[in-house]
């Protein structure tokens, strides 16, 4: 037995392909906020699955249970209408946080514009 065995032969092959996993922090109770996450997350690739995450003025976060332990996040985005004290304790309990800028979602693709016809319009338009 030489031990390269399993090179030789047909093999099924599989493999997973997911967006980024993302939360988001806001302001509690500011719809406008919420309206600019929810619009954002509808164009990305797994921005449905995003958590959100609402804070109020004084840094009080809503409890989010075992939700990030279940699915770690790879950013939390701290949306720009949190005042100072919120944006401080995201910062603080959350050590992957970033300022949600304009174009912070610039390089993320949404699935539906991996399909042959939406290639091929984005190419004409560009």
Known sequence: MRGDE????????????RGPEW????????LEALDDVVRTCSTLWN???????????AGRQAPTGSLLSARPVDTVWLHPALGDRARAAASAAFPNAE???ELFDAEEVHSLLLGPR?????SRAG
């Not at 399993?6 to 392909?17: A, K, M, N, P």
């Not at 939360?23 to 500011?30: S, T």
């Not at 939406?118 to 984005?122: C, D, G, I, M, R």
């Open 6 to 17: 399993y090179l030789e032969g047909q093999h099924r092959l599989g493999y997973f392909i």
């Open 47 to 57: 921005g449905v699955g995003s958590l959100l995450i609402g804070i109020d003025r």
């Open 23 to 30: 939360a988001f922090v806001l302001p509690q109770g500011d």
């Open 99 to 101: 300022p949600m800028h």
């Open 118 to 122: 939406s290639l091929a319009s984005l």
